[in-house]
């Protein structure tokens, strides 16, 4: 059986959906510790608060990890799957785009961007000499 995100959207995750179909990619913020957090939460992972607030982030990063999946190109071809340091401390798993798969390096500074699939958003990253 397949579940797709729209299955899953409840509370914060819900928000951050929505905010991406509408073309703005946030995160949150906690009021008390003042840690900004990375996947939505009802609270705080840092200090048990539910004192969040939602902004847009600046959507700079750099690549922590990366590997590559290798596909048959039928079934779409290799990509990578990469875990991105934000520049406001979270740490989130997406994909760099606009690169070979394998050309993706640990330390390379990327920008955030949001791609549209079909009638789903997504948050990806490019390069950050491709888009600013």
């Known amino acids: 059986m397949t579940v797709s995100n729209q299955t899953l959207e409840t509370g914060a ?21 003042d840690k900004s957090i990375f996947y939505p939460r009802m609270v705080c992972p840092h200090c ?38 934000l520049e406001e401390g979270p740490r989130m798993m997406s994909r760099v785009q606009d690169i070979a798969p394998g050309e993706v390096r640990i330390g390379q500074s990327v920008v955030a961007c949001i791609q ?12 950050a000499g491709d888009k600013a």
């Open 13 to 33: 995750e819900k928000y951050y959906q929505t905010q991406l179909q509408a073309g703005a990619f946030t995160i949150q913020r906690c009021g008390d510790c």
């Open 48 to 85: 048990g608060s539910d004192d969040l607030q939602w902004y847009t982030p600046s959507g700079k990063g750099t690549v922590y990890s990366v590997t590559v999946v290798r596909n048959k190109p039928e079934n779409g071809g290799d990509h990578n799957v990469a875990l991105i340091d």
């Open 116 to 127: 549209r699939t079909g009638d789903e958003a997504l948050l990806v990253f490019v390069p």
